[in-house]
């Protein structure tokens, strides 16, 4: 098949440009190494592609409704080219416009970025996953509308022709990214085409209202509304925290007890909600250890306060604004010390970071990890601690918000080479690791068959890794732990290790790193981790 | 000679105030929200660990797309050679006569490796643009006559310098009449063509995508490594005081802009009525 031109997206045809099989992409290792015994993709139905924009590749993020007139689309792309005009503006994109411009303006298309790019590569080089794909169409419309250029600019920064295919085909594509900026790290001159996915997302929302239905409105309106995308309102999560605080104590005879709503307390907690309702061992395990630590603790039952998700980081700079403020707001009103955010690598980010320059005054309380107060609890001596309990083969998936976004990369590994004997590392990991697939919104985004895009392509490099770290002892006899302490990433790998049945045919379970410590707590009855798929 | 005089200082001057006011227009954007990338340098001798590979060997490209550093490290090499040739031309310019004998041969030995290092880099460059298709679709006509110039310039230097007949006026005279407009000397035509392209092309650089010596100052320093803290009462709060005030116009329902501030923005909850 001819590979895809930067042309191709402005075709009139509503057609999908590509189409991948599955003997196209990156192989994998044993025992997924055959690609004829892997699974056929789940074909995009009929219905969907007569009713949505489904012309990109072969799935649908969007679910787009086609427009019905010439007219219709004229309008959406005017208001697409009203949008890249604001992305441009200091009034509307302050918040990123000096890295944007920066990126526009310098990129040399010396394609360093492409062999960086996680689904790139799985895609077996698919030149419309190339990272710059999406930018260098991004930078000629730019050059020629935001930036009036004629027919010099074009001859120096290139052509580009706009219709409503290019534009539908473009919003989809915002969707084929992780926004785990690996990219951006390898990019000699700094240009950042992860920035670029996320403006491009940002337009379509916050210009066109156009986003998956999963982060915006089953996400972030729907935790602005009741307190969590989980649906959970203040007297749900208290209930279900009180349901967990009893089965945990019953199953590891220490009694758990969840403190809420403590004034004054050193630390508010905020988990993403998500582990409350999926994995309720975390948050059990959370709980039993800072209880046994003496940590001075309390988790929060205002509204939003609970889950710390904060699905904006990824698409709308007002969505994640309100979502932000609510978290700082809470740890005020309560007057606690410092916020500790659980095991949700965006949530690290969104709060910690991205949050840090407007959070002023009151509401800009120190807000930390997890991680490094896990780490002094297990290396202070201050929980009795039995390593063997957890004498099984251990990696640790590194999410990407955590290390190269948030450069928390040691004390997750200290804390494994403390409890864990068999504890090895993926390759790469840390800073240079590679996203799990399910990152920037996606291991949520289960519309039509997009799952099977991010098991087959986001997910592939990850999975190539997890086999890897585990090829000496991929017998089944031999149960191993896949260590990912972030709720997406886990969510990501709950989904794909079961698509590929890798618990039923390896043992290969994935878990969280607390569910670890409490593991080898000697205070604990053996056993806290159940080789069970759940 | 009057207007290749006036052509040089125009040349120089052209470069110098397009490159600052690029610099000058990045410099005063709006400070962002934090957007790092790990692992960030500490310390000026952290950043200088990471700056001085970077610049002078481009140590990313050897890391990430070796077959690009093979070409791409000879043209930035050689770029960086004439001009520390040029810079030590002007040097000579000025230095008593003694220093001539060193200086002289210094000077000569930058200026001719850089050019032959720039002459095999872009034609290298060029070869990879023209042969690698993933190079090849993302690359403008300007990106092509942009290696061609750069191939062409260092060429008529090279031939200018190497057909100069003995005693006739070099780089050092030139150099010499220009700062005292010197109408009665009389150069070698294929040196002077080669003197008027390269300061053609360096007037052009900072109008391209060419001056990323100047963005890759901002994309270091103000956005890979700023992971500056917002301290309670500091600059980057004053700063933010002002952005949240700004009006956007983002037009969808959620927003609820209707002529708010982004501070009132970010205060309403838009599934409880309240943006619209």
Known sequence: ?534 | MILFYGWLYAGVLVFLAASIVRAVRYSRQPLHLRWEIYPVPHGKSGELKVMVPEILFLKGLWEFNRPMWYVSFPFHFGLYLVAAGTMLLGCSALAPAAWLTVLHPAYVACGTAGAVLTFFGSLGLLTRRLSVRGLRMYSSPGDYVNLVLFAATVALLLAGEWSRPAGSAGAMAILRGAATFDTALSPPPLLTAGIAVGVGLLAYIPLTHMSHFIAKYFTYHQVRWDERANPVGGSIEKQMAEYLMYRPTWSAPHIGAAGRTWAEIATTNPPQGAAK
Request: hydrophobic letters at 40%; one cysteine or more.
């Open chain 1, 1 to 534: 098949m001819k590979p895809v031109a930067l042309s191709d997206m402005s075709r009139l045809d509503r057609d999908p440009l590509i189409h991948l099989e599955n003997a196209e992409l990156m192989p994998l290792p044993a025992p997924l190494d055959d690609p004829s015994k892997d699974h056929a993709w789940r074909a995009l139905t009929d219905q969907a592609r007569e009713r949505y924009e489904c012309g990109l590749d072969d799935t649908c993020a969007l679910s787009f409704p086609k427009p019905q007139s010439p007219a219709e689309e004229r309008e959406l792309v005017g208001k697409f080219l009203a949008g890249l005009d604001k992305l441009f503006s200091r009034e509307n994109n302050w918040t990123f416009l000096q890295p944007l411009l920066l990126t526009m303006e310098h990129c040399a298309r010396c394609q360093t970025c492409a062999d960086s790019c996680h689904i790139f590569e799985a895609s077996g080089k698919n030149e419309l996953y190339r990272p710059t794909f999406r930018t260098e169409i991004v930078r000629r419309l730019y050059f020629k509308y935001v930036r009036n250029g004629g027919l010099l600019s074009a001859w120096q920064h290139g052509e580009i022709d706009l219709n409503w295919n290019m534009v539908a085909r473009l919003a989809e594509l915002a969707y084929r990214c992780n926004l785990c900026r690996r990219c951006a790290q390898t990019c000699p001159i700094g240009a950042d085409n992860g920035l670029v996915a996320h403006e491009l997302r940002k337009l379509f929302s916050m210009e066109m209202g156009i986003a998956p239905k999963e982060i915006h409105d089953n996400g972030s309106m729907l935790q602005l509304k009741v307190g969590s995308s989980t649906g959970m309102n203040p007297e749900a999560v208290k209930d279900n925290i009180a349901f967990i605080d009893e089965d945990i104590s019953e199953k590891t005879g220490v009694e758990v007890k969840t403190p809420w709503d403590v004034e004054g307390a050193d630390v508010l907690l905020i988990h993403n909600a998500g582990e409350i309702m999926a994995w309720p061992e975390n948050p059990g395990a959370f709980a039993l250890i800072l209880n046994a630590a003496g940590i001075s603790w309390t988790l929060s039952s205002e509204l939003v306060a609970y889950d710390s998700i904060n699905y904006g980081l990824w698409y709308d700079d007002a969505q994640f604004a309100r979502v932000a403020l609510k978290h700082a707001e809470a740890a005020r009103k309560l007057k606690v010390k410092r916020i500790v955010l659980g095991e949700c690598g965006h949530a690290h980010k969104a709060l910690a970071v991205i949050a840090d320059r407007v959070l002023s005054g009151e509401l800009n309380i120190p807000r930390q990890s997890f991680l490094p107060l896990m780490r002094d609890l297990v290396l202070g001596g201050k929980l009795d601690l039995d390593p063997s309990r957890n004498n099984f083969p251990v990696t640790l998936h590194d999410p990407c918000n955590l290390v190269r976004l948030m450069g928390v990369v040691e004390p997750q590994r200290e804390i494994l080479h403390a409890i864990c004997p068999q504890f090895r590392e993926m390759t790469p990991h840390g800073v240079d690791n590679y996203c799990c697939g399910g990152g920037s919104g996606f291991a949520i985004m289960s519309g039509h068959n997009f799952p099977d895009w991010r098991f087959h392509v986001s997910g592939r490099k990850k999975l190539d890794q997890v086999l890897n770290a585990f090829q000496d002892c991929l017998d089944p006899s031999t149960p191993k732990y896949l260590c990912a302490p972030c709720s997406n990433c886990k969510g990501q790998f709950r989904d794909m290790l079961s698509y590929y049945g890798l618990w039923e045919s390896h043992r290969i379970l994935y878990g969280g790193l607390v569910e670890l410590i409490v593991n080898a707590m000697k205070a604990v009855k053996p056993g806290y981790i159940e080789w069970e798929w759940h």
